[in-house]
């Protein structure tokens, strides 16, 4: 079954604690990225990678890193954590092979920052 | 810039009801458009897409989208909607054909009353 998986699912951490939110997909896709979501403002992309080793700031990227080491794998990283990064995350996969062009999500994962 | 709107943050609609859940967009070039739904703590499910060709588009539970060019919009619709189809809704745009960046609307719930 084609899946985005994203793990913790809830976390609750304190303000400078670093955390890391991972995400893997058992499609083969190139494409990944990150958003959040927050009430009234829909969904925002945080970093996207293209592939293997190459990423991308998306519109809000402060805060945040990730890294793309392996195609399956691309986790998210808060080095110092503020409240204002409290939100709710999905990651994301894609790929235009055979004209797919759609985009599978994560369950997300709802951190809470204190 | 490119962006997505919803003008409508809650559309109530009676079961067995026609329902349609309004998204214009402004993106250069022609873009890739998505609807997706999302149930109360879950990920974003895919609706339908519009890449080309017949600009009314059928996806999944029914729904159908119409892609309107000189309009730009890309309204969802239902002939009859059903109590299961409360969620929120998201309308989203992709410039590029690699769905690498997708741009979000800010959400439209669906209330549907017995």
């Known amino acids: 079954e084609a899946q985005v998986t994203q793990n913790p699912r809830y976390l609750i951490t304190v303000t400078g604690k670093k955390l890391t939110v991972t995400c893997s997909q058992n499609m083969n896709h190139e494409y990944m990225s990150w958003y959040r979501q927050d009430p009234g403002l829909g969904l925002r992309q945080i970093y996207y990678?293209?592939?293997?080793?190459?990423?991308d700031k998306g519109d809000v990227p402060e805060g945040y890193k990730v890294s793309r080491k392996e195609k399956r794998n691309f986790p998210l990283i808060l080095e110092s954590p503020s409240p204002n990064q409290t939100s709710l995350y999905f990651c994301a996969s894609s790929s235009t092979k055979g004209g797919e062009n759609t985009i599978y999500f994560g369950e997300g994962s709802w951190l809470t920052v204190v | 810039a490119q962006s997505v709107a919803q003008p409508e943050d809650q559309v109530n609609v009676a079961e067995g009801n026609p329902l349609t859940v309004k998204c214009t967009y402004s993106?250069?070039?022609?873009?890739?458009l998505f609807w997706y739904v999302q149930y109360p703590n879950r990920g974003l499910q895919f609706l339908l897409k519009?890449?080309?060709?017949?600009?009314l588009v059928k996806g999944s539970y029914g729904f159908e989208a119409e892609f309107n060019k000189s309009q730009t919009s890309f309204h969802l619709k239902k002939p009859s909607a059903l109590v299961s189809d409360s969620a929120l809704y998201f309308c989203a745009v992709s410039p590029y054909s690699s769905a690498s960046k997708i741009i979000f609307g800010s959400g439209t719930r669906l209330s549907i009353r017995p």
């Open positions: 519009y890449i080309t060709g017949d600009n």
């Open positions: 993106v250069s070039g022609n873009p890739y």
């Open positions: 990678s293209m592939n293997v080793e190459v990423t």
